[in-house]
Nanobody, 117 residues
Framework: QVHLVESGGGLVQPGGSLRLSCAAFGTDDSINAMGWYRQAPGRQRDLVAAILNNGITNYGGDVKGRFTISRDNAKNTIYLQMNSLKPEDTATYFC???????????WGQGTLVTVSS
């Protein structure tokens, strides 16, 4: 079992930056990827970024070049550095950890990011 704790959301002006953190508590050797999804009211939940156990990263189309996902294995924590934020980035951001042995991933509680002047 893995419990994910997110932090770092808040209100920021367009063009600003935020850094999200997701700390994983517990042990599950079947985890093969971690990352972030986001969901705005009335919209689908979309992939933002993912990082595999081998360090390979993937990004959703409209964040590529602005967001960077990273991992600190010693702290069991992943980070999402968000730069050049736009109003359309406004959403609740959910950390996830994907297990090859479970049909559904572990999910964090979500942290709200609001980009507005």
């Amino acid at each position: 079992q893995v419990h994910l704790v997110e932090s770092g959301g808040g209100l920021v002006q367009p063009g600003g930056s935020l850094r999200l953190s997701c700390a994983a508590f517990g042990t599950d050797d079947s985890i093969n990827a971690m990352g972030w999804y986001r969901q705005a009211p009335g919209r689908q939940r979309d992939l933002v970024a993912a990082i595999l156990n081998n360090g390979i990263t993937n990004y959703g189309g409209d964040v590529k070049g602005r967001f960077t996902i990273s991992r600190d294995n010693a702290k069991n924590t992943i980070y999402l550095q968000m730069n050049s934020l736009k109003p359309e980035d406004t959403a609740t951001y959910f950390c996830y950890a994907d297990s090859i042995l479970l049909p559904d991933p572990y999910w964090g509680q979500g942290t709200l990011v609001t980009v507005s002047s």
